[in-house]
């Protein structure tokens, strides 16, 4: 089949003559996405194309635009999104009227306007393909369009608003990055999240308890009970039972993300309140436990040079922030232990 240029394509008449009565319906940019995915496979629609697996509409500058998640964590915005994004209107081919001003008008990089013309061909669960484009083409679009007007290459009405809508869109992207923006639109941010705390977590914690080893120093409970003002016993381990709330907040809440809640499951407590075994214990060798050593050493340190709690724990959540909210410190006037 002949390559149809834009020129071609005047009426819905001449959709009508090129692709049928359904393509005169449907316009322009559908004739656009059958004829891009014709030219991607040699005249028939890709084989196995990669699935979008998070789909969603991204709101940004007064636009809504169909953005996707793809199965190789590629980040996608549909050509049509592409086109509005900018303020282009009107029939035709929209992502080859945008290679043309790209070689004509810019100085951009050939690979972009190779990347506009050659769109990802996916599957979005829609009767046919569809054809789009990472979203990070979208920013080296704005500034390339961008960079042409400050050379004033740019002289038409139509091409001013194409930089005008540019701009609106980079002030948008300072704030968020364009790869957020579409995970969020899609929901894909929380799956983002999920993976990346399973492996930390996968790093931090093991599947089996360790034997046990004196891990905490003396010196953390005592500098504890000095700042408490509580009467500390050298010859008993036995600890008040607000020890144990402040040793989750000073330590398992502010070691990793997720951490706490993870040894929590692993190591619940009995009928009676205890655990059996000590949370340590299930932080792995090479990564979790010297990474609770560290911590109880910088804790240490700043307990040491504190002279009073509310100062100290003041320090310690700016150097060391819990990764969760906890009630514990909100009120640093923390209930007196029995001395």
Same mark, same amino acid.
């Given at each position: 089949?002949?390559?149809?240029?834009?020129?071609?394509?005047?009426?819905?008449?001449?959709?009508?003559?090129?692709? $049928?009565?359904?393509?005169?319906?449907?316009?322009?940019?559908?004739?656009?996405?059958?004829?891009?995915?014709?030219?991607?496979? $040699?005249?028939?629609?890709?084989?196995?194309?990669?699935?979008?697996?998070?789909? $969603?509409?991204?709101?940004?500058?007064?636009?809504?635009?169909?953005?996707?998640?793809?199965?190789?964590?590629?980040?996608?915005?549909?050509?049509?999104?592409?086109?509005?994004?900018?303020?282009?209107?009107?029939?035709?081919?929209?992502?080859?009227?945008?290679?043309?001003?790209?070689?004509?008008?810019? #100085?951009?990089? #050939?690979?972009?306007?190779?990347?506009?013309?050659?769109?990802?061909?996916?599957?979005?669960?829609?009767?046919?393909?569809?054809?789009?484009?990472?979203?990070?083409?979208?920013?080296?679009?704005?500034?390339?369009?961008?960079?042409?007007?400050?050379?004033?290459?740019?002289?038409?009405?139509?091409?001013?608003?194409?930089?005008?809508?540019?701009?609106?869109?980079?002030?948008?992207?300072?704030?968020?990055?364009?790869?957020?923006?579409?995970?969020?639109?899609?929901?894909?941010?929380?799956?983002?999240?999920?993976?990346?705390?399973?492996?930390?977590?996968?790093?931090?914690?093991?599947?089996?308890?360790?034997?046990?080893?004196?891990?905490?120093?003396?010196?953390?409970?005592?500098?504890?009970?000095?700042?408490?003002?509580?009467?500390?016993?050298?010859?008993?381990?036995?600890?008040?039972?607000?020890?144990?709330?402040?040793?989750? #907040?000073?330590?398992?809440?502010?070691?990793?993300?997720?951490?706490?809640?993870?040894?929590?499951?692993?190591?619940?407590?009995?009928?009676?309140?205890?655990?059996?075994?000590?949370?340590?214990?299930?932080?792995?060798?090479?990564?979790?436990?010297?990474?609770?050593?560290?911590?109880?050493?910088?804790?240490?340190?700043?307990?040491?040079?504190?002279?009073?709690?509310?100062?100290?724990?003041?320090?310690?959540?700016?150097?060391?922030?819990?990764?969760?909210?906890?009630?514990?410190?909100?009120?640093?006037?923390?209930?007196?232990?029995?001395?």
């Amino acid at each position: 089949m002949l390559e149809i240029m834009e020129e071609d394509i005047k009426t819905p008449a001449d959709l009508g003559r090129l692709g $049928g009565t359904k393509t005169a319906e449907r316009g322009p940019e559908y004739y656009a996405e059958i004829q891009a995915m014709r030219k991607n496979k $040699g005249g028939g629609r890709p084989r196995n194309p990669r699935k979008a697996t998070h789909k $969603g509409t991204l709101k940004i500058t007064g636009q809504e635009l169909p953005c996707f998640v793809l199965e190789d964590e590629t980040r996608v915005i549909s050509g049509r999104g592409i086109t509005a994004a900018i303020g282009m209107k009107g029939r035709g081919q929209g992502t080859a009227r945008i290679a043309a001003l790209l070689r004509q008008k810019t #100085n951009a990089d #050939n690979d972009l306007a190779v990347a506009i013309e050659n769109p990802i061909i996916f599957d979005s669960g829609a009767p046919i393909p569809t054809q789009g484009y990472e979203a990070s083409v979208l920013v080296d679009l704005c500034d390339a369009i961008l960079d042409a007007k400050d050379r004033g290459t740019l002289k038409t009405e139509q091409e001013l608003r194409y930089a005008s809508a540019c701009y609106i869109l980079t002030r948008a992207f300072a704030k968020v990055g364009i790869v957020a923006l579409v995970d969020e639109a899609t929901g894909y941010q929380y799956i983002r999240a999920r993976a990346a705390l399973e492996e930390i977590l996968e790093k931090f914690i093991t599947h089996e308890f360790r034997k046990w080893a004196k891990t905490f120093p003396d010196d953390f409970y005592k500098e504890i009970f000095r700042l408490r003002r509580w009467k500390y016993d050298e010859s008993t381990v036995k600890r008040t039972p607000l020890i144990g709330k402040l040793t989750t #907040n000073l330590v398992y809440d502010r070691l990793a993300p997720g951490v706490r809640q993870r040894l929590e499951k692993l190591n619940p407590t009995n009928e009676k309140g205890r655990r059996r075994r000590k949370h340590f214990q299930w932080l792995t060798e090479d990564i979790g436990d010297p990474a609770l050593r560290e911590h109880l050493a910088s804790v240490i340190t700043l307990m040491r040079v504190s002279d009073e709690w509310v100062p100290f724990t003041k320090m310690l959540n700016r150097a060391l922030p819990r990764y969760l909210a906890m009630p514990l410190f909100d009120d640093p006037e923390l209930p007196e232990a029995q001395a």
